[in-house]
């Protein structure tokens, strides 16, 4: 059995397209404790992406001690600030703006997990720059988007009409929505190649 431990319809999405089947039970870790704790002892963006990952992961593998289990987590880095969700379409906002004509940094990590044991991680990075673009560019992106953006760390989907905000992209597609699919895809055919000859019955 492969299990995702993550609610995010992007990273389900992606699994789905690659044409895995597999369950999603969300973890119940308190994100912003361990991210406080860990800060705490000087770990950057990539710290915290690797340690929420491999959090979700174990949590979901203690329940489900057979399967194996996917747990994935982004970060944001603008210089040596770490920007989180945004709870509010005003506070995406402010976060576009505190982005605007900026280039800032992605960090995607991704573990696989069986039991106690943590199997596999991996963490890539990718780097994008934003146009100095208008308010009411901003505004009608936000207007276009809705509370979609309110699920991304950088208050944008690249996959939707906030590639309109963007000058440059630098880095693999897959680690800016979320999931280095490329990098699981090989670990699943070296610890887990069982999963990858599941059918789907639909």
């Known amino acids: 059995m492969l299990i995702l431990a993550s609610k995010s319809e992007t990273r389900r999405h992606l699994l789905e397209s690659a044409g895995l089947v597999f369950e999603t039970h969300a973890s119940s870790i308190n994100e912003r404790d361990l991210e ?7 770990a950057d963006a990539r710290d915290v992406a690797t340690l929420l990952a491999g959090a979700k992961a174990r949590a979901v593998a203690a329940e489900n001690p057979s399967a194996w289990v996917i747990g994935a987590d982004q970060t944001l880095s603008l210089g040596p600030d770490r920007m989180n969700k945004p709870d509010s379409l005003d506070a995406a906002r402010g976060q576009l703006d505190r982005l605007r004509g900026k280039t800032h ?8 997990a069986r039991g ?6 991996s963490i890539e990075t990718a780097e994008l720059t934003m146009r100095k673009f208008s308010d009411s560019e901003r505004d009608l992106v936000l207007e276009l988007e809705g509370e979609r953006v309110l699920g991304s760390v950088g ?8 590639i309109r905000l963007f000058e ?4 693999d597609y897959f680690t800016i929505l979320g999931l280095p699919l490329l990098a699981l895809l090989e670990a699943l055919r070296e610890f ?3 999963v990858l000859d599941l059918r789907h019955t639909s």
């Open 192 to 194: 887990a190649p069982e």
């Open 116 to 121: 106690d044991n943590i199997v596999w991680s």
């Open 168 to 171: 440059r992209v630098s880095g």
């Open 155 to 162: 208050s944008y989907r690249l996959e939707g009409p906030s």
């Open 105 to 112: 940094r992605l960090h995607a990590a991704v573990v696989l």
């Open 36 to 42: 406080a704790q860990v800060e705490q002892n000087g």
